[in-house]
Every structure is written in structure tokens, then in C-alpha cells.
């Protein structure tokens, strides 16, 4: 939904040093009357995000990546720009035999850029030099490039926001009976004149409306993340307010930790929970720590809500608030629950911290370590409500399924689940599907007899889904033992419809015979509208499995990755360095944010970056460059 323009000047945000930004500024500001073909076109540099067009990062090659052009990179996204123009700086000092060095440049800032959610594939890219004097012999043919490519912009329409509106108090200005007028800088979404609030007052949280809105001293309809801006609000006096109290879309609530809304949320210093009906990423609320000291430095953690359903037996020593299942099958009847999983927030992004296992005295610290705060059985039908109601407060009405793969208990299944939807910045509910495996090695042969034996009730759970709780897209992503069940639930699934029922499907390092993989992907690709195989040759774990086997498993890299029509295989070799090799899907952040364009866009391979298309016996495959 469009709403509004800039106008016919081009606005430009540049990222990058303040004296790469004056000399930027000075070339842009000539070329508008020097350069420039059209008289009439005009460029200008902005250092409010909020109303630039695009984001220029200039980058010189004489120097690192500074963390001002990173936080310049992130408030021009947090801004809602989507639009960027890279131009690498003093190519003209790099020795013709050091030219190479370009390329590890380019790659760098394209991931970057991907990591902040840029097209970054399509990002154009230009190599150059800006000339800190203006002179006309002086001007690099690169320069003039940049410039027509700036001209041709179109001026940024700014969009209805899915996110819901936030921003904090910064200061009152005036307030009768009950009517107030506050200002601040909008943190995210987008608010319009009659909509409704709720605000954190000094005791609870009230309800308003939005009477008006004022924009750079001129009444606006409508307000966007990073505008700064007063509201005039009906229904609450500002004697109920405090600076610093946070403003939001209805949904947000505070609550003293029950868990009947398990939402993103956050501790506050007395203890209660701000709760998030939200599911983006920014509201992965931070948990500060029980130390006052600990919470006013930011060391804290995020609560991600994880549902799940498994044919596991139930332990017998888990609590009511704890609940855990263990590797035994149970009586074939799904169990259906929810659980809380905590990310510190200074781990880095794919990793899922624990505790040594020589530290046999440090306790699960949730800032330290992925922990599960919470786990609780639901019923049915209380299960699918609750599902459905997550559902329907997400902006995309998405659901991501989970399948886990060999050696994993239920623990570390419902730990990976919840990691991998927060560092995929997934908005909607994470589901997991949780079998009966042994998570031990040496038990291989068990987890695979429980492969037959299970896969009944993951068709059980999809048709659940899909049946009572009504999500726009379903997204399953299986790893490992969990792509063998997967493939022979969907060739099940097939006896009962034959529409497309999922959106986006998943197989990474899928522990499956090659050959079997290959015969079965006729039969039930059209149930989704995409399949995407990841495959490395240095998976351990698949070599193993291969000498027990004897036969090629489909998740292997090169000669002996499935490659078949309907599959998108993506040979993920280069990007696999962690121990085992087996779970690179979860651990490196190249393939991750690799699904996450899968996932969140739609995109296909070639529209994605990082991935060179190649052909075997006259099917396309994909190698993953790193």
C-alpha cells in the first residue's frame, strides 16, 4: 500500500567516513549543474535515512570495514531503504597485480549488505575513485557512472509497514484533562491518524487514540520508522506518563510471566514481561538479566516461542512447567506443546552456546547459553487454537515446520528450532516435529527403524496444520535422518491430495538414498511450490552413513549430490567448517541467510547470491561460493 513519495529530487544517505561523505556531498552537489546530461536533475545528500531514496556506501580500499558505516548501513534499513549503490574508493591506488584483492572486497560488502536484508545480488557495484577536488579533468569516468545511475532512482515509495508501530517517549509537550501530546522518534511501523495505541503509564498500560499527528511542524496523516514526530493522543494524561515509556500497537501487553501468551518478550527491572504479539526479528524481545547492573548494560537475552508435536515417550522425572520427552517411542498419539527458548544476545549469529561439558558446576545461564526457559503440553484442540491466534497477530500468516535429524534429543531439537527461526528473522510461529531418536551415534540403526515408524504421524501433524489452524504459506525445513521422514511423509501425503499444500520445502544434508530421493521426487514435488536440496561432500556424518549404507546418500556434495528435475540442489561444500560437518544448515550464517531469501522472498537460486548454476547430464545444479 503506497502512501507517499519524495518528490522528483534524488535523495541519496551516504554510508561511509565523515570525510568520504563531504567529498561525496561536494561531487553530487556539482553534478547536479556540471554533469549531468538533465539540467533539471538534481541529487541530494541526506543524513536523515528516513527520507533518502537509496543508501550509497562508499567504501575506500585502503582501510577495513569501520563499525560508522556498518551503523550508518543499519539505521538507512531500520529507516525502511531498501535501495543501495556500492562504489569501492582509490581503485586507482590498488597495483595492477593486487587487482583480485577487488573481488574479496565486493564479496564482503555484499554480504554485509545481505545480512541487513539489502538485495545485495542486486546491488550495482561500481569501482572508481572520488576526487576530494573538483576538477573536471579530474573526474573518473566511475564518478559519472555513479551519478547516472543515482539520477535514474526512482524517488522511494514509501510503504504501509507490517511491522507493528513502536517508539518511546522523548519528551511531553503540552496536556489537558485527558489529552496529551508527546514526542519521540518512531523505532518501527507505520501510524495513521485514528488508529489506536496502547502506552505504558506508570502503573498499567492505557488505551488511546491518535487525534493528530505533527511532522517537521506540519500536520502529516501518516508517520514511518525513523520520522520524529508528536502525537496528540485522546484518553490519558500525561500525569500517567513517564519519558521513556514506550508507545505500540495494540497487542502488546504487560504481563507478570503467565505463559498463556507465549510471545517474544522481555524482563523489565521489576520483573514483568513485555509482551510482543508481534514476529519480526527487531521484536525478539531482549531479556535483561536478574542483576540490575547486568540489564543497563544490555546483557540480556531474547525469548523465542517454539510449538511442538512429537511421538516421543514423555520422561517420567520432567516437571509440569518442564516438560521433556525422551528417545523412546510412545504410543503413537502426538503430543502437542509449547516451549520458551532463550538467545543470548551477544552470541553470534548460527552458534548455539551450552555449557562445557567439563564445567560440570556452571547451571544453563539463558545470557550465556541457548536454554529452554519453559515447555508445557497443550491439547489439541487448545494447541491448534493457540497456533492459530499466533497465526493471525504475524504479518506474513507464515508457518515454519522443523524436522530434526539423527542423534538429537528432544532438548537439542526444541534448542535448534528456536535458533534457527531467530537467525532466519522468520515472522510467524516455529513448529517442531520431534521423532523418536536415540541421540547417540552408536544407535544409527534405531533412529533409522524409527524413520518407518514415525512418519504416519508427521503426515498426522501437516494435515493438522493445514486443516485447523489456516496459514497462508507453510514452510518446512527437514535435516539430516528428518529429510528421509519428510520425503516418505509427503509420498504418503500424495494418496490424499494432489494440490500444492506447502510453500517452501527444505532438505538439508538429507540422510536419504540417492537413488530412492531421485525416484520419489516425481511423485510428490507438485505439493510445494519449491524444493531446495543442501548437500556437502564434507558431511561426515553422510560419509558414515554411506559406508553403512553402501549407497550414495542425496545430502553429499559433488559427484554424489542428488541432482533431479523439481529439486533446486545447492552443493553447500565451501561453507561447511564446523565440527561433524553435519548441522552447516544451522551453524554457518552464508547459508543461512542463503534460506532466508528462500524463505522470507521466494527467491529462486539464480535471483539468490553466492550461487554459481552448473549442469550435469542436462540438469542445473548449484554450487554455494562462500
Request: overall charge negative; proline content about 5%; glycine content about 8%.
Amino acid at each position: 500500500m503506497t502512501s507517499q513519495t519524495f518528490g522528483t529530487v534524488t535523495k541519496v544517505f551516504v554510508a561511509g567516513s565523515e570525510d568520504v561523505r563531504e567529498a561525496v556531498g561536494t561531487i553530487l552537489l556539482w553534478s547536479s549543474s556540471d554533469l549531468a546530461d538533465d539540467p533539471e536533475a538534481r541529487i541530494e545528500v541526506t543524513e536523515e535515512p528516513s527520507k533518502a531514496d537509496t543508501v550509497l556506501l562508499v567504501h575506500a580500499v585502503d582501510r577495513a570495514l569501520s563499525e560508522e558505516l556498518r551503523r550508518r548501513l543499519v539505521w538507512a534499513r531500520q529507516a525502511g531503504v531498501t535501495s543501495a549503490i556500492v562504489f569501492l574508493d582509490k581503485c586507482d591506488e590498488v597495483p595492477e597485480e593486487q587487482k583480485g584483492l577487488l573481488d574479496f572486497f565486493e564479496w564482503e560488502i555484499r554480504e554485509l549488505l545481505a545480512s541487513l536484508r539489502f538485495p545485495a545480488k542486486l546491488v550495482p557495484f561500481l569501482r572508481g575513485f572520488i576526487p576530494r577536488k573538483i576538477e573536471k579533468q579530474l573526474i573518473d569516468r566511475s564518478v559519472i557512472e555513479l551519478i547516472s545511475i543515482l539520477e535514474a532512482q526512482p524517488s522511494r515509495l514509501r510503504e504501509e509497514s507490517l511491522d507493528p508501530f513502536e517508539m518511546s517517549i522523548d519528551s511531553f509537550l503540552k496536556s489537558t484533562g485527558r489529552r496529551a501530546q508527546i514526542a519521540g522518534r518512531v523505532k518501527q511501523g507505520t501510524l495513521s491518524v485514528g488508529k489506536r495505541l496502547e502506552i505504558a503509564g506508570a502503573d498499567s498500560v492505557e488505551a488511546v487514540v491518535v487525534a493528530g499527528i505533527n511532522l517537521e511542524g506540519s500536520p502529516s496523516e501518516r508517520v514511518y520508522p525513523g520520522d520524529v514526530v508528536s502525537l496528540d493522543l485522546k484518553g490519558i494524561s500525561q500525569t500517567d506518563l513517564t519519558e521513556g515509556s514506550l508507545v505500540w500497537t495494540p497487542g502488546y501487553r504487560l504481563l507478570g510471566g503467565s505463559a498463556k501468551d507465549l510471545e517474544r518478550g522481555r524482563l523489565t527491572k521489576s520483573g514483568q514481561v513485555i509482551i510482543s504479539g508481534a514476529r519480526q526479528k527487531r521484536n525478539f524481545q531482549k531479556v535483561a538479566t536478574s542483576e540490575p547492573s547486568a540489564f543497563e548494560a544490555g546483557h540480556g537475552y531474547f525469548i523465542v516461542p517454539v510449538f511442538y508435536a512429537t511421538d516421543r515417550l514423555r520422561s517420567k522425572g520432567s516437571s509440569s512447567s518442564k516438560v521433556t520427552f525422551g528417545p523412546r517411542r510412545g504410543s503413537g498419539e502426538l503430543s502437542y506443546g509449547i516451549a520458551q527458548v532463550s538467545i543470548p544476545e551477544s552470541r553470534i549469529k548460527g552458534d548455539l552456546p551450552r555449557p562445557k561439558r567439563w564445567q560440570f558446576w556452571v547451571s544453563e545461564d539463558p545470557a550465556k547459553h541457548v536454554t529452554i526457559l519453559m515447555s508445557k503440553v497443550l491439547e489439541e484442540t487448545v494447541f491448534t487454537l493457540t497456533l492459530g491466534n499466533a497465526v493471525n497477530e504475524s504479518p506474513t500468516s507464515d508457518i515454519l515446520v522443523f524436522i530434526h535429524g539423527f542423534n538429537v534429543t528432544f532438548d537439542e531439537a526444541v534448542r535448534r528450532a528456536g535458533q534457527v527461526a531467530f537467525d532466519l528473522d522468520f515472522n510467524g510461529p516455529t513448529l517442531l516435529f520431534s521423532w523418536p531418536s536415540e541421540g547417540s551415534i552408536p544407535f544409527y540403526p534405531v533412529d533409522r527403524n524409527n524413520i518407518d515408524w514415525s512418519y504416519p504421524h508427521l503426515c498426522n501433524f501437516i494435515q493438522l496444520i493445514l486443516a485447523a489452524v489456516g496459514s497462508k504459506s507453510v514452510h518446512v525445513v527437514s535435516h539430516s535422518m528428518g529429510g528421509d521422514l519428510l520425503s516418505r511423509c509427503l509420498r504418503e501425503l500424495v494418496q490424499v491430495t494432489t494440490t500444492m499444500i506447502l510453500k517452501q520445502v527444505v532438505f538439508a544434508a538429507p540422510d536419504i538414498d540417492r537413488d530412492i530421493f531421485v525416484a520419489l521426487v516425481p511423485k510428490f514435488r507438485f505439493l510445494a511450490e519449491r524444493l531446495t536440496l543442501y548437500g556437502s561432500e564434507n558431511d561426515l556424518a553422510l560419509k558414515a552413513s554411506r559406508f553403512l549404507q553402501r549407497y550414495p546418500r542425496a545430502g553429499g556434495g559433488g559427484e554424489e549430490m542428488a541432482v533431479v528435475e523439481g529439486v533446486d540442489s545447492i552443493d553447500s561444500s565451501a561453507a561447511d567448517t564446523s565440527f561433524l560437518a553435519h548441522s552447516y544448515y544451522g551453524d554457518r550464517r552464508s547459508v543461512l541467510e542463503d534460506i532466508f531469501w528462500l524463505l522470507t522472498k521466494g527467491f529462486g537460486p539464480d535471483d539468490r547470491y553466492g550461487l554459481d548454476a552448473r549442469e550435469r547430464h542436462g540438469l542445473r545444479y548449484w554450487v554455494y561460493q562462500p
